[in-house]
């Protein structure tokens, strides 16, 4: 098993800017989960999906995130417009109900 | 508010056993326990899990007091690689959302 798959790896982009980070799940895992790691504020639970439907976005810090999972196997988080306070690790994960949760390497995002 | 309380680092020697405190005082009668550990420049890692027994796998024991208001992660082995970040966390079900507190930085010396 492949394991959760992130990309980028590394992204370094300019204040203003699209991001798009993409992510997929482990085949058959039901739930999805994005967190953001920063050293100020440790990892933070940012949104999940529960067969491709969002649960609780309710860590979405603004209107300038947003998330979609259009099929079980594909998950986006996207920031528009980008600002340096964004920057961090974004960490995608997964898991069946009841079962272990799976974290990918996660993308490192600098907004300069 | 993750509402477990670990201490935020702790130091073992190498090949020494290593017992990693967390408390939850408040927790519900269908909270599970659950422990990941974060290795540098990785995304964190399922370690361990229990409900009201003692666990242990491959990697870890988790001993969990009679009251359930604590716990302990217990290496028996230290090595070099299982410096991390350990973070307690308590969830109603073990593949639902986590919510990540502080967690113990762990250094193990050689």
Redesign the interface.
Same mark, same amino acid.
């Given at each position: 098993d492949a394991g959760?798959i992130q990309s980028p790896r590394h992204e370094v982009t300019e204040m203003g800017q699209e991001v798009t980070l993409r992510c997929k799940p482990i085949s058959g895992h039901d739930?999805l #989960?994005w967190?953001r790691q920063t050293m100020m504020r440790?990892?933070?639970?940012l949104i999940?999906f529960n067969n491709n439907v969002p649960i609780?976005d309710s860590g979405m810090p603004e209107d300038r995130f947003s998330a979609k999972m259009p099929n079980a196997s594909f998950s986006t988080l996207k920031i528009q417009p980008s600002e340096p306070r964004d920057s961090a690790v974004y #960490?995608c994960?997964s898991?069946?109900?009841?079962?272990?949760?799976? #974290?990918?390497?996660?993308s490192w995002l600098t907004v300069v | 508010d993750a509402k477990t309380t670990q201490p935020n680092s702790m130091e073992s020697n190498e090949e020494e056993p290593v017992h990693l405190p967390c408390n939850h005082s408040t927790i519900s009668g269908t909270d599970y326990i659950h422990w990941y550990r974060q290795l540098p420049s990785q995304g964190p890692e399922y370690v361990i899990h229990g409900l009201t027994s003692n666990v242990n796998n491959r990697m870890a024991s988790l001993a969990i007091a009679e009251d359930r208001k604590s716990s302990t992660l217990i290496l028996h082995r230290a090595t070099l690689r299982d410096a991390a970040v350990y973070y307690c966390i308590r969830a109603y079900n073990a593949g639902n959302m986590l919510t990540f507190g502080g967690g113990t930085r762990l250094m193990v010396k050689p």
């Open positions: 959760v739930y #989960f967190y440790g990892l933070e639970l999940y609780d #960490f994960a898991s069946s109900t009841g079962n272990t949760i799976y #974290f990918g390497e996660g | -």
